[in-house]
């Protein structure tokens, strides 16, 4: 264990070596994702960030940043323009070519390459170790892996529940095989009934829901969706889920990979109902 240990805190210093010369800390951050704006404010580094996409919405203060476009298309003049230190990206989202034309630039970016709940918590920590906030980002990565810890080492349910996630009601868009809501339901002990798809966020079909049948039905986005998801509901009233009442409204904590990400686990085990 000692030597894991060790190994780990050398590949965090590898990893910053990277993207700093030694003695600097970046103190302008420009951020192209609101993931990562929502982890950077998390880290304690809100008051660095001078540039965010028009898409970063949390927490409040990020609305307030100057905006430089949106995730897939961001604006290479307003991200030059701001002459940040380094340029947060990821891989979920941000566009390989982006990432190519400002290092030949010598605009220095940070990548967080972590998409899936298992590889959460050494996202945190790379970042940390690269933008000088090491304390902050263990302490958050530890409570992180805390709670996937807890709910790993939990009671299994005796019989696994058919689990759809409904991520848009129409066009229907539902969580698929890695998704972070695909994470958290195969974390739980579920089964999600959408994880043989070809891809995370796959279209699906009415008369596929009702062929597979789900007994729980989460709808993301909260309460607000009741309307939008009416017309859908009606049509799937023969499916358990529907005619047993298990259709439940959650958070979109499970649509971005951020430390609230443990509270959307949390939201779904407590609708599931069925464990200590």
């Not at 070809?198 to 909260?222: C, H, L, M, Q, W």
Request: glycine share 8%; aromatic share 6%.
């Amino acid at each position: 264990m000692k030597k894991v240990t060790i190994l780990l805190a050398v590949l965090l210093v590898c990893v910053a070596a990277q993207y700093s010369h030694a003695g600097e800390t970046p103190k302008r951050i420009v951020s192209l994702a609101p993931n990562m704006t929502e982890l950077l404010f998390a880290l304690g580094l809100g008051d660095r960030i001078v540039g965010v996409t028009s898409f970063c919405d949390y927490p409040e203060a990020a609305k307030k940043k100057p905006k430089i476009g949106g995730m897939s298309n961001p604006s290479l003049e307003a991200v030059i323009a701001l002459k940040p230190d380094v340029v947060v990206m990821t891989v979920d989202g941000n566009p390989k070519e982006f990432e190519e034309r400002l290092r030949s630039l010598k605009i220095k970016t940070f990548v967080f390459r972590a998409k899936r709940l298992r590889e959460f918590p050494q996202g945190i920590r790379e970042m940390g170790a690269v933008l000088g906030a090491a304390e902050k980002a263990d302490v958050l990565s530890g409570e992180v892996e805390k709670t996937l810890e807890r709910f790993r080492t939990a009671r299994q349910p005796a019989k696994k529940e058919k689990v759809l996630f409904i991520v848009w009601p129409e066009p229907l868009i539902v969580a698929g095989p890695g998704s972070i809501a695909d994470d958290a339901l195969t974390l739980l002990g579920e089964k999600n009934i959408s994880d043989d798809s070809r891809t995370s966020y796959p279209k699906y079909s009415i008369e596929e829901i009702i062929r597979r049948a789900p007994d729980v039905i989460f709808i993301g986005k909260g309460k607000g969706m009741e309307r939008v998801s009416k017309g859908l509901l009606q049509r799937l009233e023969t499916v358990p889920a529907v005619k047993n009442g298990k259709v439940f409204y959650v958070s979109d904590y499970l649509y971005r990979l951020t430390p609230r990400t443990v509270k959307g686990l949390e939201e779904l085990d407590r609708y599931i109902g069925r464990r200590d």
